[in-house]
């Protein structure tokens, strides 16, 4: 390629076409002298020197649990999932119990340690996956407490403070208190939530079923318990409007005129006598409609019942059948890996696994005229001192 800048010629156009074959970040004036091509390799190792993962211990931590699914197979030592302190309590724990007197055996009480931690992490697992189930059904339960509470805030009186004004000019008069008005606003909205939101739930319509079940309790067992409040809640989970209990808010529920045949029934039971049961039809006025809501829960979308609720946590008590048996091999291999490992510590030590804790390998180095080498004697028989253990 010709310099322009020495000859003064002109550059080709098979110089400049040249520019388009290279990189974005490689482009130079055209006839300029060039080096070499920049590769897409040395551009990812250059923009890595800017990008250098977690640098803090914390980072660093979180970082290498990455690539963890469940954790059972992890190595306990390893601290990517649990707490390498906690392990190590539990070597030393095990250590000081069998007293390792070579790398062998250490290596035994390692593994023996290791045994003991997976057969704990085991039970860890299987109880976090219970509890996983068990959350599921947590906000279910929440919906229907929720819901309650919706329905009963309905029935609570809302103030509303009213100027008085002057009855020729309409202004206000602010020498004189204003009028208070009691009213329950959220009556209106009452019933399309019960035919459109609360019909489309199952945890809605569990706590409806709920909430008739104790009300009748209520009137059956308690009548003078039993207030207009209870009484106009009792008749619209039952069918009736709630917009007549606003029409009529200031009057007795007892005596109401233009009372529907439910209303009329449930008046007479809160002024039946003591010890007197529930009238046959208000009865089986409460059983058919809860029977219907019944089926309308099992139309839903997302069907809840307390029934259902005490199964699902029933059941949450055992993993599904693919967990079940992952966790079962798990466990079974660590309760065999314990068992091999006492059993080579107990054959090295000569005794038996049941004695195997109660005797230690002490090294005898030149101690009243012996010479050295290795000895089995009694734990209870010993005294520990600094400088190891020592014979009687």
């Known amino acids: 390629m010709v310099n322009p800048a020495t000859s003064g010629s002109i550059p080709s156009t098979e110089s400049c076409l040249g520019l388009f074959a290279q990189p974005l970040g490689d482009v130079r004036p055209c006839g300029t ?7 897409k390799a040395s551009r990812n190792r250059h923009n890595a ?17 990455n690539a963890v699914r469940h954790g059972l197979t992890a190595n306990p030592a390893v601290g990517a999932v649990e707490e390498t302190e906690a392990f190590e309590t539990l070597l030393g724990a095990v250590a000081d119990r069998l007293r390792p007197a070579d790398v062998i055996e250490d ?8 045994a003991i931690w997976r057969q704990r992490r085991a039970v860890r697992a299987e109880t976090a996956l219970s509890s996983v189930v068990v959350r599921e059904l947590v906000p279910q339960r929440e919906e229907v407490q929720r819901v ?9 009186p809302v103030a509303t403070e009213t100027p008085q004004r002057d009855p020729d000019t309409r202004r206000v008069i ?30 809605a319509i569990t706590a409806m079923a709920t909430m008739i079940e104790s009300l009748a309790e209520r009137l059956d067992s308690r009548a003078v318990l039993f207030n207009t ?11 009736d409007d709630a917009g007549y209990f606003e029409r009529h808010y ?24 003591e010890d007197t049961p529930l009238d046959t039809k208000l009865r089986l006025i409460t059983t058919t409609r809860i029977d219907i809501l019944d089926h309308q829960r099992h139309a839903c979308e997302r069907p809840y019942s307390n029934r ?34 006492l059993d080579t510590l107990a054959r090295l030590r000569g005794v038996t696994v049941e004695r195997l804790s109660t005797t230690v390998t002490a090294r005898i180095e030149g101690a009243d005229g012996l010479g050295g080498g290795m000895v089995q004697v009694e734990a209870s028989t010993m005294a520990i001192t600094p400088n190891g253990p020592q014979l009687p």
């Open 33 to 39: 002298a060039t080096s070499a091509p920049v590769t």
């Open 49 to 65: 020197q800017f990008s250098t993962g977690p640098v803090t211990p914390a980072g660093k931590a979180i970082s290498r649990t």
């Open 107 to 114: 290596a035994l009480v390692h593994r023996i340690a290791v």
């Open 148 to 156: 309650i509470a919706e329905i009963t805030n309905a029935w609570v």
């Open 174 to 203: 602010h020498n004189l208190p204003p009028i208070i008005t009691w009213s329950r606003p959220k009556l209106a909205k009452l019933d399309l939530r019960r035919e459109d939101d609360y019909a489309a739930s199952g945890a």
């Open 229 to 239: 409040d209870h009484a106009e809640q009792l008749s619209w989970l039952l069918g």
């Open 250 to 273: 200031n009057d007795p529920f007892v005596g109401r005129p233009n009372l529907t045949s439910t209303q009329q029934l449930i008046a007479d039971a809160m002024q039946r006598p």
């Open 308 to 341: 259902q609720h005490r199964y699902l946590a029933a059941a949450a008590l055992l993993p599904d059948a693919a967990a079940l048996d992952r966790l079962l091999r798990y466990e079974t291999h660590a309760d065999k890996t314990l068992a091999r490992a």
